[in-house]
């Protein structure tokens, strides 16, 4: 395991949340747009450091059901998209703990956040989002004629 480099000494994963997550906000933080950078503190502050920041990050990893539970709590309260949204940088921190070989895996990988219900009327674009797609492709040079999937091209 230490010479292919697969090893991850276990004191590392005793780190606090708060601390890995305090660290991974200075690292990334002067890369986000201000408003992205609030949001994330936001999340932080409100959701994540309330229900996890005592948690060394090995607890966090072998706690799959507390993982759900907090999910079901958070759901209570607020709307899908919002707990998809704090779920989200969650998942990106233990994903940074990940790589800074803290964790062997991220253990919200897999997670389900939503029932995966959606309406009908969120099923076509708006003309605005047709609009922004058509204007991203356009900025992007992408050929004139084609389409984003590769097997459904069109024939000029």
């Known amino acids: 395991m230490i010479r292919r480099n697969l090893w991850l000494d276990p ?3 005793e780190m606090l949340f708060n601390v890995f997550a305090e ?3 200075d690292a990334v933080g002067p890369r986000l747009e201000p408003t992205t950078s609030a949001k994330y503190r936001s999340f932080l502050d409100n959701h994540l450091l309330s229900e996890w920041s005592s948690w060394p990050l090995a ?3 072998n706690s799959y059901v507390e993982i759900e539970k907090w999910l ?3 759901h ?3 709307a899908g998209s919002s707990v998809a949204s704090i779920f989200s940088l969650f998942s990106t921190i233990l994903g940074a ?3 800074a070989r803290k964790i062997p895996a991220n253990p919200c990988a897999g997670v389900r956040v939503t029932s995966g219900e959606f309406e009908v009327e969120n099923l076509v674009a708006t003309p605005v989002q047709a609009l922004r797609a058509s204007m991203r492709l356009y900025e992007s040079g992408a050929p004139r004629g084609s389409l984003i999937s590769g097997r459904d091209r069109l024939v000029r």
């Open 76 to 78: 209570e309260d607020y």
């Open 97 to 99: 703990a990940v790589k």
């Open 23 to 25: 660290e991974f906000m």
């Open 72 to 74: 079901s709590e958070l």
């Open 59 to 61: 607890g966090i990893f």
């Open 11 to 13: 004191r590392e994963a």
